[in-house]
């Protein structure tokens, strides 16, 4: 006779919630708005997505810097099937974008043909039509306009302060 198998119930759950803070907070409300923020390190780095904390001193960030809407792919991988819940239900690149203005990179999804995609090509936001505050407000990356249109894409601004958490 088999020994006998003993279970218990098992619930996986996170009680609590977190603020997201002045930084994260103040970088969320800003996609809402159609606007990309980085936090400026120590070091003068740019960070995006931003950072809290600075990774060479730990210290608290607070200069927030408004980023370009464009940027360039520093590496990709192809996802030739997506799966559910996954930002685009069409083959798409996985990337890392520096958003001009930034000197880190941010990962989300390129829309563009397997043959189009490279390291080195400029890229611009795609907006979600309806934005609420979240990383999806990016639908996601898409091919930079060449030529006249490229002049008219929304360039990075001057620096702000981190003030409070987002509404």
Request: charged fraction near 20%.
């Amino acid at each position: 006779m088999p020994p006998e198998v003993l279970s218990a119930p098992l619930i996986v759950e996170f009680p609590f919630t977190r603020s997201t803070g002045p930084v994260l907070g103040a970088f969320l409300t800003g996609l809402r708005e159609r606007v990309v923020l980085g936090a400026r390190g120590s070091d003068g780095r740019v960070l995006c997505p931003p950072a809290e904390y600075d990774p060479v001193t730990a210290a608290e960030l607070t200069e927030l810097v408004p980023l370009g809407q464009l940027g360039t792919v520093t590496t990709w991988a192809w996802n030739e099937r997506p799966r559910p819940y996954q930002p685009l239900d069409t083959p798409f690149a996985w990337v890392l974008v520096r958003l001009d203005g930034a000197d880190t990179a941010l990962l989300h999804a390129l829309d563009a043909p397997r043959h189009a995609v490279r390291t080195g090509m400029r890229v611009a936001i795609r907006w979600a039509a309806e934005r609420s505050g979240a990383i999806t407000d990016i639908a996601c990356f898409e091919p930079a306009p060449e030529g006249p249109e490229a002049a008219d894409a929304p360039q990075a601004a001057s620096p702000t302060r981190a003030e409070g958490p987002a509404a």
